[in-house]
């Protein structure tokens, strides 16, 4: 995909969970060159994850899902 500066970007999704993401907004991150990696996925292959953060510019967290004592401020 293209951003408004006309470089090409790709975006990643890591760890989303299947039941909170419609069939609709599947579609559309799939349509729009993304990768999709599910939550069971991460558990079972976390070493394959590496090649997607690597080559990222941007990572955000949601830090509500992480659990207090791996984050505790």
């Given at each position: 995909?293209?951003?408004n500066l006309g470089v090409n970007s790709?975006?990643?999704l890591v760890g989303y969970q299947s039941y909170f993401v419609?069939?609709?907004?599947?579609?559309f991150?799939?349509?729009h060159n993304f990768d999709l990696v599910r939550?069971?996925?991460v558990r079972n292959q976390?070493?394959?994850?590496?090649?997607?953060?690597r080559d990222c510019d941007?990572?955000?967290?949601?830090?509500?899902?992480?659990?207090?004592a791996d984050c505790p401020a």
């Open positions: 995909m293209a951003n790709k975006g990643n419609t069939p609709e907004q599947y579609g991150l799939e349509d939550l069971v996925n976390m070493n394959e994850l590496e090649p997607l953060f941007f990572v955000s967290f949601d830090m509500s899902s992480l659990r207090q």
